[in-house]
Protein backbone atom coordinates (compact mmCIF):
# COMPACT_ATOMS: atom_id res chain seq x y z
CA UNK A 1 0.00 0.00 0.00
CA UNK A 2 1.29 3.50 -1.17
CA UNK A 3 0.42 6.39 1.67
CA UNK A 4 0.08 9.48 -0.13
CA UNK A 5 2.05 12.27 1.10
CA UNK A 6 2.81 16.03 0.41
CA UNK A 7 6.21 15.24 -1.55
CA UNK A 8 4.53 13.13 -3.69
CA UNK A 9 2.89 15.76 -5.74
CA UNK A 10 6.21 17.53 -6.81
CA UNK A 11 9.44 16.82 -7.83
CA UNK A 12 12.43 16.08 -5.66
CA UNK A 13 14.47 19.06 -4.09
CA UNK A 14 17.74 18.47 -3.43
CA UNK A 15 19.15 19.67 -0.32
CA UNK A 16 19.90 23.36 0.07
CA UNK A 17 19.95 25.71 2.31
CA UNK A 18 21.67 29.44 2.86
CA UNK A 19 22.73 31.75 5.12
CA UNK A 20 21.93 35.68 3.89
CA UNK A 21 23.39 38.60 5.21
CA UNK A 22 21.14 41.85 6.18
CA UNK A 23 21.75 45.13 5.45
CA UNK A 24 20.12 48.26 7.00
CA UNK A 25 18.07 48.30 3.57
CA UNK A 26 16.26 45.21 4.91
CA UNK A 27 15.95 46.16 8.53
CA UNK A 28 14.26 49.35 7.55
CA UNK A 29 12.08 46.94 5.79
CA UNK A 30 10.82 45.97 8.87
CA UNK A 31 11.35 42.39 8.08
CA UNK A 32 14.15 40.08 6.71
CA UNK A 33 15.20 36.54 6.37
CA UNK A 34 18.19 34.79 7.98
CA UNK A 35 17.88 31.84 6.45
CA UNK A 36 16.33 29.13 4.05
CA UNK A 37 16.92 25.91 3.22
CA UNK A 38 15.57 22.41 2.62
CA UNK A 39 17.06 18.63 4.04
CA UNK A 40 16.12 15.65 3.21
CA UNK A 41 17.01 13.00 6.26
CA UNK A 42 17.06 9.29 5.21
CA UNK A 43 16.20 6.55 7.74
CA UNK A 44 18.97 5.73 10.66
CA UNK A 45 20.84 9.28 8.76
CA UNK A 46 22.56 11.96 11.27
CA UNK A 47 20.86 14.76 12.54
CA UNK A 48 21.80 17.37 11.17
CA UNK A 49 23.15 15.58 8.15
CA UNK A 50 25.22 18.89 7.17
CA UNK A 51 27.27 21.13 8.36
CA UNK A 52 25.59 24.99 9.54
CA UNK A 53 27.37 27.59 11.07
CA UNK A 54 28.43 27.31 14.20
CA UNK A 55 26.13 29.42 16.18
CA UNK A 56 23.16 27.51 14.36
CA UNK A 57 24.07 23.51 14.91
CA UNK A 58 21.97 21.92 16.69
CA UNK A 59 22.56 18.21 18.84
CA UNK A 60 19.99 16.40 20.17
CA UNK A 61 22.16 16.12 24.35
CA UNK A 62 22.96 19.99 24.24
CA UNK A 63 19.55 21.62 22.09
CA UNK A 64 20.38 24.95 20.71
CA UNK A 65 19.16 28.73 21.36
CA UNK A 66 18.49 31.32 18.27
CA UNK A 67 18.11 34.57 18.07
CA UNK A 68 15.53 34.69 14.97
CA UNK A 69 11.87 33.61 14.47
CA UNK A 70 11.54 30.26 12.95
CA UNK A 71 8.88 27.73 11.03
CA UNK A 72 10.17 24.38 10.64
CA UNK A 73 7.68 21.91 8.39
CA UNK A 74 8.06 18.34 8.16
CA UNK A 75 6.40 17.73 4.83
CA UNK A 76 7.52 13.76 5.12
CA UNK A 77 8.57 11.57 8.23
CA UNK A 78 7.87 12.17 11.40
CA UNK A 79 10.28 12.97 14.30
CA UNK A 80 10.05 14.66 17.88
CA UNK A 81 10.13 18.23 19.36
CA UNK A 82 10.32 20.24 22.71
CA UNK A 83 11.48 23.72 23.94
CA UNK A 84 11.85 25.59 27.27
CA UNK A 85 8.37 26.17 26.64
CA UNK A 86 6.64 22.87 25.87
CA UNK A 87 7.02 19.57 26.49
CA UNK A 88 8.47 16.96 24.17
CA UNK A 89 5.65 16.05 21.22
CA UNK A 90 5.84 14.31 17.74
CA UNK A 91 6.02 15.94 14.56
CA UNK A 92 4.19 14.10 12.18
CA UNK A 93 4.38 14.88 8.30
CA UNK A 94 2.41 18.03 7.68
CA UNK A 95 3.17 19.72 10.93
CA UNK A 96 4.91 23.20 11.11
CA UNK A 97 6.96 24.56 14.41
CA UNK A 98 7.60 27.47 15.69
CA UNK A 99 11.09 28.49 17.16
CA UNK A 100 11.33 31.42 19.13
CA UNK A 101 14.75 33.80 19.64
CA UNK A 102 16.07 33.16 23.03
CA UNK A 103 13.72 29.78 24.10
CA UNK A 104 16.50 26.73 24.11
CA UNK A 105 14.50 23.86 21.47
CA UNK A 106 15.80 20.38 20.36
CA UNK A 107 14.45 18.59 17.67
CA UNK A 108 15.12 15.33 15.43
CA UNK A 109 13.89 12.93 13.03
CA UNK A 110 13.00 9.38 14.03
CA UNK A 111 15.64 7.09 12.70
CA UNK A 112 13.21 4.58 11.69
CA UNK A 113 11.64 7.13 9.20
CA UNK A 114 13.83 10.13 8.90
CA UNK A 115 11.77 13.09 7.30
CA UNK A 116 12.25 15.74 5.07
CA UNK A 117 11.91 19.47 6.69
CA UNK A 118 12.39 22.98 5.17
CA UNK A 119 12.76 25.77 6.60
CA UNK A 120 12.73 29.67 7.13
CA UNK A 121 14.63 32.11 9.17
CA UNK A 122 13.21 36.01 10.20
CA UNK A 123 13.27 38.98 12.21
CA UNK A 124 12.42 42.49 12.08
CA UNK A 125 10.73 45.44 13.81
CA UNK A 126 7.17 44.30 12.00
CA UNK A 127 8.22 40.89 12.82
CA UNK A 128 8.42 41.47 16.60
CA UNK A 129 5.05 43.46 16.53
CA UNK A 130 3.36 40.64 15.22
CA UNK A 131 4.54 37.95 17.09
CA UNK A 132 3.73 39.49 20.10
CA UNK A 133 0.15 40.35 19.39
CA UNK A 134 -1.25 36.73 20.13
CA UNK A 135 -1.44 36.05 16.42
CA UNK A 136 1.29 33.15 17.73
CA UNK A 137 1.59 30.72 20.82
CA UNK A 138 4.64 31.21 21.93
CA UNK A 139 3.40 27.86 24.87
CA UNK A 140 1.86 25.37 21.19
CA UNK A 141 4.52 26.16 18.97
CA UNK A 142 2.79 23.41 16.70
CA UNK A 143 0.26 23.54 13.80
CA UNK A 144 -0.61 20.96 11.66
CA UNK A 145 -1.10 21.99 8.25
CA UNK A 146 -2.08 18.22 6.43
CA UNK A 147 -1.97 18.01 2.84
CA UNK A 148 -1.76 20.91 2.17
CA UNK A 149 0.14 22.27 -1.23
CA UNK A 150 0.35 25.71 -0.92
CA UNK A 151 3.18 25.55 1.95
CA UNK A 152 5.05 23.57 -0.22
CA UNK A 153 4.81 26.26 -3.11
CA UNK A 154 5.89 28.78 -0.74
CA UNK A 155 9.06 26.81 0.75
CA UNK A 156 9.90 26.03 -3.16
CA UNK A 157 9.30 29.99 -4.17
CA UNK A 158 11.45 30.61 -1.25
CA UNK A 159 14.02 29.07 -1.68
CA UNK A 160 14.46 29.36 -5.30
CA UNK A 161 13.86 32.93 -5.16
CA UNK A 162 16.69 32.84 -3.03
CA UNK A 163 19.12 30.39 -5.17
CA UNK A 164 18.06 33.21 -8.08
CA UNK A 165 19.20 35.97 -5.82
CA UNK A 166 17.54 38.60 -8.69
CA UNK A 167 18.01 42.12 -7.72
CA UNK A 168 15.08 43.03 -4.76
CA UNK A 169 14.89 39.66 -3.82
CA UNK A 170 15.73 40.63 0.08
CA UNK A 171 12.13 42.01 -0.15
CA UNK A 172 10.02 39.65 -2.32
CA UNK A 173 11.41 36.70 0.09
CA UNK A 174 9.99 38.52 3.23
CA UNK A 175 6.68 38.70 1.28
CA UNK A 176 6.49 34.93 0.89
CA UNK A 177 7.48 34.45 4.25
CA UNK A 178 4.44 36.73 5.24
CA UNK A 179 2.05 34.64 3.13
CA UNK A 180 3.68 31.40 4.88
CA UNK A 181 3.01 33.18 8.20
CA UNK A 182 -0.56 34.19 7.05
CA UNK A 183 -1.49 30.76 5.62
CA UNK A 184 -0.38 29.54 9.00
CA UNK A 185 -2.24 31.62 11.04
CA UNK A 186 -5.26 31.05 8.63
CA UNK A 187 -5.22 27.83 9.42
CA UNK A 188 -4.86 27.57 13.00
CA UNK A 189 -7.80 30.20 13.67
CA UNK A 190 -9.93 27.39 11.71
CA UNK A 191 -8.09 24.31 12.72
CA UNK A 192 -11.09 23.75 15.31
CA UNK A 193 -13.77 23.62 12.39
CA UNK A 194 -11.48 21.14 9.77
CA UNK A 195 -13.06 18.05 10.90
CA UNK A 196 -16.35 19.46 12.24
CA UNK A 197 -19.73 18.88 9.52
CA UNK A 198 -21.26 22.27 10.14
CA UNK A 199 -17.73 23.89 10.23
CA UNK A 200 -17.08 22.83 7.07
CA UNK A 201 -20.88 23.99 5.90
CA UNK A 202 -20.15 27.13 6.88
CA UNK A 203 -16.91 27.47 5.33
CA UNK A 204 -18.63 26.02 1.65
CA UNK A 205 -21.33 29.35 2.64
CA UNK A 206 -18.41 31.71 2.84
CA UNK A 207 -17.32 30.73 -0.29
CA UNK A 208 -20.18 30.95 -1.89
CA UNK A 209 -21.05 34.41 -0.75
CA UNK A 210 -17.35 35.65 -1.21
CA UNK A 211 -17.95 34.00 -4.79
CA UNK A 212 -20.95 36.71 -5.78
CA UNK A 213 -20.89 39.34 -2.97
CA UNK A 214 -21.90 42.04 -5.37
CA UNK A 215 -25.37 40.14 -5.83
CA UNK A 216 -28.48 39.76 -3.49
CA UNK A 217 -28.17 36.09 -1.79
CA UNK A 218 -31.14 34.87 -0.16
CA UNK A 219 -29.42 33.49 2.85
CA UNK A 220 -32.51 31.61 3.96
CA UNK A 221 -32.32 29.96 0.25
CA UNK A 222 -28.48 29.18 0.99
CA UNK A 223 -29.23 27.66 4.21
CA UNK A 224 -31.70 25.35 2.66
CA UNK A 225 -29.05 24.25 -0.20
CA UNK A 226 -26.59 23.50 2.65
CA UNK A 227 -29.92 21.52 4.81
CA UNK A 228 -29.85 23.15 7.46
CA UNK A 229 -32.19 25.40 9.46
CA UNK A 230 -31.80 29.07 8.79
CA UNK A 231 -31.06 29.54 12.64
CA UNK A 232 -28.72 27.07 12.90
CA UNK A 233 -27.03 28.31 9.74
CA UNK A 234 -27.14 31.58 11.17
CA UNK A 235 -25.95 30.67 14.89
CA UNK A 236 -23.04 28.72 13.48
CA UNK A 237 -22.21 31.36 10.51
CA UNK A 238 -21.63 33.57 13.50
CA UNK A 239 -20.45 31.73 16.09
CA UNK A 240 -17.68 30.99 13.66
CA UNK A 241 -17.19 33.85 11.73
CA UNK A 242 -18.20 36.61 14.57
CA UNK A 243 -20.55 37.93 11.86
CA UNK A 244 -24.27 37.55 10.62
CA UNK A 245 -24.61 36.10 6.98
CA UNK A 246 -26.24 39.48 5.97
CA UNK A 247 -23.72 41.21 8.05
CA UNK A 248 -20.64 39.37 6.72
CA UNK A 249 -22.25 39.48 2.87
CA UNK A 250 -22.76 43.82 3.57
CA UNK A 251 -18.94 43.84 4.61
CA UNK A 252 -17.68 41.91 2.05
CA UNK A 253 -19.89 45.04 -0.48
CA UNK A 254 -18.32 47.70 1.86
CA UNK A 255 -14.52 46.23 2.00
CA UNK A 256 -14.85 46.35 -1.76
CA UNK A 257 -16.51 49.82 -2.09
CA UNK A 258 -13.49 51.02 0.06
CA UNK A 259 -10.63 49.29 -2.33
CA UNK A 260 -12.27 50.72 -5.09
CA UNK A 261 -12.66 54.58 -3.82
CA UNK A 262 -8.70 54.44 -3.32
CA UNK A 263 -7.57 52.57 -6.33
CA UNK A 264 -9.92 53.72 -8.87
CA UNK A 265 -11.83 56.83 -10.67
CA UNK A 266 -15.09 55.39 -10.65
CA UNK A 267 -17.58 57.70 -9.40
CA UNK A 268 -19.57 57.01 -6.51
CA UNK A 269 -22.63 56.11 -8.14
CA UNK A 270 -20.63 53.76 -10.18
CA UNK A 271 -19.07 52.24 -7.34
CA UNK A 272 -22.43 51.78 -5.49
CA UNK A 273 -23.52 49.62 -9.04
CA UNK A 274 -20.20 47.50 -9.16
CA UNK A 275 -20.86 46.52 -5.18
CA UNK A 276 -24.43 45.84 -5.49
CA UNK A 277 -26.27 48.55 -4.07
CA UNK A 278 -29.46 49.50 -5.21
CA UNK A 279 -29.44 53.48 -4.34
CA UNK A 280 -26.46 55.52 -3.59
CA UNK A 281 -27.84 56.59 -0.47
CA UNK A 282 -28.21 53.67 0.54
CA UNK A 283 -25.02 53.21 -0.36
CA UNK A 284 -23.32 55.93 1.58
CA UNK A 285 -25.69 55.25 4.50
CA UNK A 286 -24.04 52.00 5.63
CA UNK A 287 -20.52 52.99 4.48
CA UNK A 288 -20.55 56.10 6.89
CA UNK A 289 -22.35 53.23 9.17
CA UNK A 290 -19.08 51.30 8.82
CA UNK A 291 -16.09 53.69 8.63
CA UNK A 292 -17.34 56.50 10.06
CA UNK A 293 -16.95 58.82 6.98
CA UNK A 294 -19.04 59.05 3.52
CA UNK A 295 -18.04 57.57 0.43
CA UNK A 296 -16.89 60.77 -0.44
CA UNK A 297 -14.59 62.38 2.46
CA UNK A 298 -13.05 58.67 2.30
CA UNK A 299 -11.47 58.97 -0.83
CA UNK A 300 -10.51 62.52 -0.18
CA UNK A 301 -9.18 61.70 3.00
CA UNK A 302 -6.83 58.75 1.12
CA UNK A 303 -6.14 61.19 -1.46
CA UNK A 304 -4.51 63.46 1.24
CA UNK A 305 -2.68 60.78 2.78
CA UNK A 306 -0.69 60.13 -0.68
Same mark, same amino acid.
Given at each position: ??????????????????????????????????????????????????????????????????????????????????????????????????????????????????????????????????????????????????????? &??????? @???????? *???? $? !?? /??????????????????????????? &??????? @???????? *???? $? !?? /??????????????????????????? &?????????????????????? /???????????????????????????????????
Amino acid at each position: MHFFVLSDIFPPMQTYFKYLNVTTVEERWGMYITTVGYSKVGPNDDYPNQEHPSSHQLTWNRGRILNDYYIVFISKGEGIFESALSPAADAVAGTCFFLYPGVWHRYKPDHKSGWEEYWVGFNGYYIEQLMTNSFFDRQSPFVYLGLNKDI &LVLFRNL @IEMVQASL *TGYP $Q !QI /AGITMQILGLINNVALHRDYNNDPVGK &LIAKAKF @IIQESFEN *TIDM $Q !QL /AKELSMSYSSFRKAFKQITGESPNQYH &LSLRLNRARDLLTSTVLKINEI /AEHTGFDSVFYFSKMFKKKNGVSPKSYRSMEEDRS
